[in-house]
DNA sequence: CCGGACTCCTGGTTGC
DNA sequence: TGCAACCAGGAGTCCG
């Protein structure tokens, strides 16, 4: 399940072969993979052919890729559940479950070939109109990213408004970090490891929770997506980048997610694991209580 | 404002 | 061994 430090390995990866390089074909292979598309395919393909991209971005689990001239339109991706997005060789063997291929030239590196893989179609592409952000000025994001709050390793992430809003608000703490209007890029994983290393209960109501216990809980948040980052940053080919989604999150360093019936690595009690909005909520129930 | 239920989807796992 | 049921969940929508 990408989150933001496998969806930022994506963008990352994908910067130095598609800047400046032109479309020059695209496939779409599987329509579904266009849900967030305003329109068929034939319209994703005809505004997305012949046109030059500009540098990747990305908010929280949201990437796009600005299309020339700057301001306009972006081709965004969403990787959903199982997304990747691989460089190959224009002559490279198509990959399985390809649902979008898009072939550019890039001034440098020649033709290559961008596949959205996606087994499960929780992700898509889409073109979209890119809109102005209201807090910075000249910043700009596709409409379809405009709801989301900046991701907490964006310098711009306001932490005292998302303290603030924590407060306000009448709901539990997981539900807060998984809902992308409070903060954008924390997905099951990264919750259940954030709360995990600041020993908080994931229904912990958010208006209980103290200042001091809030804020190290967002300091968790981003060494725990940063330490994602730095373990995917160093895992990609630089010249094929075959960033992988689907099994896409960093393992190697969990201490709580998927870790059920195993020993909590700070107490020794077992790992346990509960459903919880409909998915797993992975927590020593020792270190995390509701206080 | 809030939460629950539902939808999208399919490869891998579990259970009989 | 074979097949069916179940499971994973990001994000959007609808409803009470």
Redesign the pocket.
């Known amino acids: ?3 933001l430090p496998e969806v930022e390995v994506v963008r990352a990866g994908l910067e130095p072969a598609v800047v400046g390089a032109v479309v020059t074909s695209v496939a779409v292979l ?1 329509e ?1 993979s266009l ?2 598309h305003d329109g068929p395919a034939e319209d994703f393909i005809a505004r997305l052919t012949g046109r030059t991209f500009l540098a990747p971005r990305r908010r ?3 990437l796009w890729i600005p299309l020339a001239p700057a301001g306009g339109e972006a081709l965004v991706v ?1 990787l ?3 997304g990747q997005v691989l460089l190959r060789a224009p002559d490279a063997a198509a990959d399985p ?1 390809t649902r979008i291929r898009i072939e550019i030239a890039h001034p440098d590196h020649g033709l290559l070939r961008v596949a959205f893989v996606d ?4 992700g898509s592409m889409a073109i979209d109109q890119l809109v102005e952000t209201p807090d910075v000025a000249g910043d700009t994001v596709p409409t ?1 990213v405009a ?2 709050a900046r991701d907490p390793l964006d310098p711009a992430f306001d932490d005292r408004r998302f303290l603030a809003s924590l407060a ?5 703490i997981k ?1 807060a970090l ?1 809902d ?1 209007t409070l903060i ?1 890029g924390v ?3 990264y ?1 259940d490891e954030s709360l995990w290393a600041a020993r908080v209960h994931y229904d912990q109501p958010t208006s209980t929770l103290s200042r001091a216990r809030a804020t190290t809980l967002l300091a968790e948040v981003r060494l725990v997506l940063g330490r994602a980052l730095a373990e995917g940053g160093t895992s990609f080919d630089a010249q094929y980048v075959n960033v992988n989604g689907a099994s896409g999150y960093f393992s190697h360093s969990l201490n709580a ?1 998927g870790q059920q019936g195993r020993g909590c690595p700070r107490c020794g009690r077992t790992i346990v ?1 509960e ?1 919880f ?4 909520s992975h927590l020593c129930t020792f270190c995390q209580r509701i206080r």
């Open positions: 399940m990408p989150e599987d579904r849900k967030r929280g689990k949201f969403h959903g559940m199982s479950l087994q499960r179609i929780f379809q709801h989301i306000r608000r009448n709901t539990g539900r998984l992308q954008s997905g099951n994983i919750a997610y694991r459903r909005m409909n998915r797993g």
